[in-house]
């Protein structure tokens, strides 16, 4: 019964509340999102965190995981023009934003327009991140920084391969 009406439930946020560009099958919705309207492409089976903040070009794969209140965010003010105050500059251009498969995000994390994250990675709670994450990098910081490495090489290619088997299950 539970199942159920969390089905129902996402399918109203799917319809009333928020749009998507895209959204796969069995996507999970936190309450309270905001979520630019048809700009963001959901992967199947994501979870999306109360209280997060999608603006841009986004798009996020299959399995991945945004805890409560991330924000990926950019497109700021220009702000280098002499003579033409911040407020009157207009706004960089938007460039895309990919989160790849089975990617972590903890609480509180900013990620900058932008900027890749590889399958597999993980941004600890609180991280600013402002450029790439390799696939199964462990990041942590402000600026996020490489800490460690989720998993050794072989165990990379054994998590690839299931990741790979699980997209075409999903597609297919």
Sequence with gaps: ???????????????????????????R?????????????????????????LDGDISIGDCTMLANNVAI??????????GVMMRDGGREPWKPTKIGRDVW???????????????????????????????????AGNPARHIKWRFDETEQNVHQTKLNEGSQNVQG
């Design 73 to 82: 965010v950019g497109g700021d003010h220009v702000f280098d023009l002499p």
């Design 105 to 139: 995000i903890g609480h509180g994390a900013i990620i900058i327009n932008g900027v890749n994250l590889g399958d597999g990675a993980v941004v600890a709670a609180g991280s600013v991140v402002t450029k790439d994450v390799a696939a199964f990098s462990v990041v």
């Design 1 to 27: 019964m539970k199942q159920f009406l969390l089905s129902i439930y996402t399918l109203f946020q799917r319809v009333f509340l928020y749009r998507f560009r895209a959204i796969g099958p069995g996507a």
């Design 29 to 53: 919705l936190g309450r309270r999102l905001f979520v630019f309207p048809g700009r963001v492409s959901l992967g199947a089976r994501c979870y999306i965190g109360t209280g997060s903040y």
